[in-house]
């Protein structure tokens, strides 16, 4: 029997390399002869660099940028020397989550474009980014600093940081931006439709979250279609009303606007780094599952993506979770997306801090796996 692990991590709880050990001991305990592959997966956004990092042959490569308040940040990427091909994931360098801090106005992508630098100067030319979890409304403006583009104020000086620089942007020049970028593809990992703009926009609906003052929403909303009009008389494209343009207080923008960037659902660019489809051929199961399946999960969500992937192959695929939602329509529209059967792995009344202790996940998930194997 031939099994092939593709699981997303519990957040909270487990990585994914360690819930699929986890399934991996307990399908072992049922048939000690199962061949197991384990292939880590998420959906771009955090964890991703960790996952593409475990059994896919990728290296991490460690190095310090400028976080969201220009505090040093060490972190890494994922580097496949063979492809040339980087996995960058933005919350690393200029996420929400590195500080308490929540200052927009402040707060700058800069260290997100180091990333990308530093990938460039080791050879990289293919780049996957996931933008989710950023602290930053500045529109992208710090990350294409980093990569050598200009924002310059009515004196011909650097604008500055944050979302507070767009409104003193007089002008943009493209001429000093890094001579590589024209060799570099970049897919960017976006899974909302946001436009740059407006009440659905990167400001309104993404800045309050992020620290934005109401009272100035309609502003920094007009200062960025403003630093929008500039970008598409530099850059000849007009990207603003893209959908995904306001992902990640406007990163998407600056990504199509700057670097012609194709943004797609994250789960697809992250299965196909993974390699995972490769292993599918001549496997019986497919084990794939999250921290909890409720009726995102067949929208863009691991489960649902590895399961179109064996779909492919005609293999079943088994669901494991932290916990599931009651509503009987989630389960059929998880077998509409491919996912066989869905089992939620708690076994005993408890409380969520307890349910979520690494060491009582891992047994929970060995126990469910080996009782289902042992049916199969």
């Known amino acids: 029997m031939k099994v092939v692990i593709a699981i997303d991590s519990f957040k909270g709880s487990l990585t994914s390399t360690e819930a699929a050990e986890a399934v991996r001991k307990g399908i072992l305990a049922a048939r000690p002869d199962a061949n197991i592959v384990i292939k880590p997966v998420a959906d771009g956004g955090e964890g991703t660099v ?6 896919t042959g990728a290296q991490r490569i460690e190095t310090e940028v400028c976080g969201p308040y220009k505090e040093p940040v060490v972190c890494s990427y994922a580097l496949f020397s063979e492809t040339r091909t980087a996995v960058i994931e933005m919350a690393a360098a200029s ?3 590195l500080t308490e801090k929540r200052e927009p106005l402040l707060a700058t992508s800069y260290g997100t474009g180091e990333l990308i630098a530093h990938a460039i100067r080791k050879g990289c030319r293919d780049f996957i980014i996931g933008i989710g979890g950023s602290a930053t409304n500045d529109g992208g403006t710090g990350m294409l600093r980093a990569l050598g583009f200009r924002f310059l104020d009515q004196n011909g000086r650097d604008a500055g940081d944050g979302a507070a620089a767009l409104a003193k942007i ?36 993404y800045g309050p979250q992020k620290g934005m003052p109401e009272a100035l929403l309609g502003k920094i909303d007009a200062d960025m279609a403003r630093y929008a009009d500039l970008s598409a008389a530099a850059t000849g494209r007009s990207c603003a009303c893209t959908a995904g343009a306001g992902a990640a207080g406007g990163m998407g923008f600056a990504f199509l606007s700057y670097l012609n960037a194709a943004l ?20 019986d199961y497919v084990v794939t599952g999250e921290g909890r399946i409720d009726s995102q999960t067949p929208f863009g969500k691991v489960p649902a993506g590895v399961a179109q992937l064996a779909a492919r192959h005609g293999i079943r695929v088994i669901a494991f979770a932290g916990s599931a939602s009651e509503e009987p329509a989630v389960y059929s529209a ?35 796996a080996e009782q289902v194997f042992r049916l199969l």
């Open 170 to 205: 007089h002008s943009v020049d493209l001429s000093a931006c890094m001579p590589e970028l024209s060799e570099c593809r970049f897919r960017v990992a976006c899974d909302v439709t946001n436009p740059l703009c407006g009440e659905t926009g990167a400001t309104y609906v």
């Open 50 to 55: 960790d996952a593409l990092t475990q059994n």
């Open 264 to 283: 797609v659902p994250g789960i697809e660019l992250i299965l196909e780094a993974s390699g995972i489809e490769k292993e599918l051929p001549g496997a």
């Open 334 to 368: 998880c077998r509409s997306a491919g996912i066989d059967a869905v089992f939620p792995i708690i076994r005993d009344i408890t409380t969520l801090r307890e349910a979520m202790l690494p060491e009582r996940t891992k047994s929970n998930l060995a126990v469910c």
């Open 95 to 97: 996420g929400i989550t």
